[in-house]
Structure formats: C-alpha cells, structure tokens
C-alpha cells in the first residue's frame, strides 16, 4: 500500500528532473518524506556523475543530500569490477568523473589498448568520440578480454528529446564486433538491495519510482518491492499493456504521486 511506504527509490533523469530543471513537485516530496521520518535514495543509471557530483547538484536545488543516498549505476560498476577484476587493468569508455570515481575506489584504468587489459568497460560517455570507439572495438576483438557497461538504457532524456545513452552506445559496438555486454546498473536488484541494506528495511517499506519500464520498474519488480511509474520521461500509458513489466502505481507526473501519497497517509487520521 502507498501509505506504508517509508522509504522512496527514485531514478533521476525524467523522473525527478530534466537537464538542470527540477519538476514541479519533486522537492514537495522529498522534504514529505523527510518529514515523516523516511529516506530518499537515488538509484539512477546516469554514469555521468559521481556520488560527489550529485550531491553538489542537488545543492544547486536547495536539496541536501548525502553521497550514501546515491546508488548510481557507476557506484554499482566500482563494486562489480573490484569484486571480479581487484587489480586487473581496465579500458573505460566515460567521462571524467566516471573516470575519477573508479580511481578513487582502487580500480586501475586506461584509455589505451594496453596488451594487459582484462576487460572493457563502457559507460553513458558524454565526451565521447570516434578515437575511443575504435580502441574499444579493437579490445573486443581479443580472445579473453571481458565486455562491462554501467546500464542497459538505450537513451536519456534531455530538454528537446533523447541522446543515445549507455545502452545505445554498446548497441552500436555490438553491432561492430558481434560482443554485447553485462550490464551492472537497473534492472539489477541488487541497487535496491544496497539502499534496503543501509536502514534495515522491509519490502512494505520502499517504493521504486522511475520513468521507464525496462529498467526503473523491472528493476523494483526483481528486487520484490512495489513500483510507481510517472509519464515524464520515457514511458506512455499505451505502453503498459505491451510490457511484462507491470507498475504498481502509475501517475502524469511527481506531483500526482506527491498529492496522492499525502492523500494515503491523511486518510489514515
């Protein structure tokens, strides 16, 4: 039930805001939850950022946030390849802060095809250009070099429409060396359970709020929690009854889920 919900999971990117802008209604809800003793986490797939990066963004939005509130799908990728990799040179297709961020966990990384590289890791690169993309095929066309991608998203939702996005990336070098990757971010449950972990909580508790259904609700879904959808990004209401990915809850945008998540509580009184 929506009114025993404690704990919001959301995705960012369409969901909590575009770009820079934040939707009407979202600090509304963050600061509800705050209120009544919740916590919010934000389990986006955008590799753009670190953990540190995000919380200076959500200062700009007068939000304050703490980097363990953030379960990024990169965040997800520095657990993945230490657990798998320890000290093993990795070739990585991102930005800079992606970059930095597996640095600051130990990781060793290149953007050269080194004779010891043991795997390719591929994130959503904002500063991508071809030089890169040939380095990565070349790589992936060497017997016994593994293939790694942040997530699955094959777009993002910017101010005018979409930009390829991690996903849409490896689909391209898929379609170059016949290799697809194993993606570490949504719809894997295993960011759900990282945020779940740090406060002890109980599936009735939490929520998966997201934008898209291959990801964002799939990823509730496998994790066993329930999931609200919202029309902001990339999901249309005619898109629900082609997909095996059921929401829970759907609603026009945050604000609606604002408004009927305060509706559900107030009704208890």
Known sequence: MLRDKKYFLFDIDGTLALDDTLYEGS????????SIGGRSFYITNNSTKSRRDYVKKFEKWKIRTEEDQFVTASYAACHYLKKHYGEKKLFVMGTPSFEEELRDYGLQITNKAEDNVSCVVIGFDRTLDYGKIETACELLFRSG??????????????????VPDCGGICRMLEAATDRAPYYVGKPDRRLVELCMEQVNASGDQVIVVGDRLYTDIACGIHAGVETALVYTGEAKPEDIEYTEYKPDYTYSDIQQLYEAFVRSREADF
Not at 27 to 34: A, F, P, Q
């Open 27 to 34: 600090k509304r809800l963050l600061d509800y939850i705050d």
């Open 145 to 162: 070099i593994d293939f790694v991608a942040t997530n699955p998203d094959l777009r993002c939702p910017v101010s005018y429409g979409f």
